[in-house]
């Protein structure tokens, strides 16, 4: 479709889209429902590129498919949608992080794969996503990979599907699905300590059987900066009891102050072990 100020494609299926790559080469990729609510100057409006390819037909992009596993979602669902159709079957805690970071109309419009090309995922859902080991399919073509969303466990940061805040992506790329796995990661948290200037966030999941800690998971950040998990940490209180993980939630804890590059704050330090061992033992009393 063309207007006075540009052209709109609209391809039906992946196949039509491909075609359309392969024609139209470089040309941006763009849906209605792909993207956060725009902060906007005032007396200025939002501007779409001359020519862009609509996603908003592609029918492969609007489906949501569950197994006893993981539930698809695709790129095009909106996060109301997929709550509809499949919130029973994910982490309560993803859900009502997602609603405290949005308002209902942008929950309505707004699709967990727009956040992704936008770059814009608040701090606590970008520690879940990267806690419940969601991923992202890529399709280019004939060919497709699955990204998840790494958080940097070396000193030297190197997430490996986001660059300058945004998706990695080579031309012609397109986001076909996310899956999440299904609610079988126990019960969650995350908790936020304040700093003054910024935010420490903290995301933790762990089933707890008589006391025995399992599937431990540990993932933080300062507000809308890099994230951060260490797995040998998290293996290592992994197995243990409830009593016996004291001496490892302090290693975490002052190995997260480092890598957040907050010096031997002892403060922050304690803070951090405080919300882990208060997280354990509230899980073990409940029998959870």
């Excluded at 942008?106 to 970008?126: E, K, M």
């Excluded at 466990?153 to 190197?158: D, E, L, R, T």
């Amino acid at each position: 479709m063309h207007g006075k100020e540009g052209k709109i494609s609209f391809p039906a299926t992946l196949y039509e889209l491909h075609g359309l790559i392969k024609t139209e080469g470089t040309v941006p990729f763009f849906s209605g429902r792909m993207y956060p609510e725009r902060e906007s100057l005032p007396g200025t409006e939002y501007q779409l590129p001359p020519e862009i390819i609509s996603l908003d037909e592609v029918e492969e992009l609007k489906r949501i498919s569950r197994s006893e596993t993981y539930i698809d979602c695709g790129s095009t669902v909106s996060f109301s949608a997929l709550f509809n159709k499949a919130g029973h079957l994910l982490p309560p805690l993803l859900i009502s992080t997602v609603k405290e970071s949005f308002n209902p109309a942008v929950i309505g419009l707004t699709t967990p794969a727009g956040l992704l090309y936008s770059g814009r995922i608040p701090t606590p859902l970008s520690l879940l996503l990267n806690l419940f080991e969601v991923s992202y399919e890529v399709r280019r073509l004939r060919m497709h990979r699955w990204k998840g969303i790494r958080a940097a466990n070396i000193w030297i940061y190197h997430n490996q599907l986001f660059k300058n805040g945004q998706i990695a992506l080579d031309a012609g790329d397109v986001v076909l699905r996310m899956r999440i796995p299904a609610n079988n990661w126990g019960q969650a948290r995350i908790r936020r300590i304040g700093l003054g200037r910024d935010d420490l966030h903290i995301a933790m999941t762990a089933d707890i059987s008589r006391s025995y800690i399992t599937n431990f998971r540990f993932s933080y950040a300062l507000g809308g900066g890099e994230f951060f998990r260490d797995r040998e940490r998290e293996a290592h209180i992994t197995g243990r009891t409830v009593s016996g993980s004291g001496k490892e939630v302090e290693n975490l804890a002052r190995e997260a102050v480092q890598k957040l590059g907050l010096g031997d704050d002892d403060r922050i330090g304690r803070a951090i072990y405080k919300c882990v061992r208060n997280f354990l033992y509230q899980k073990s009393e409940t029998g959870a």
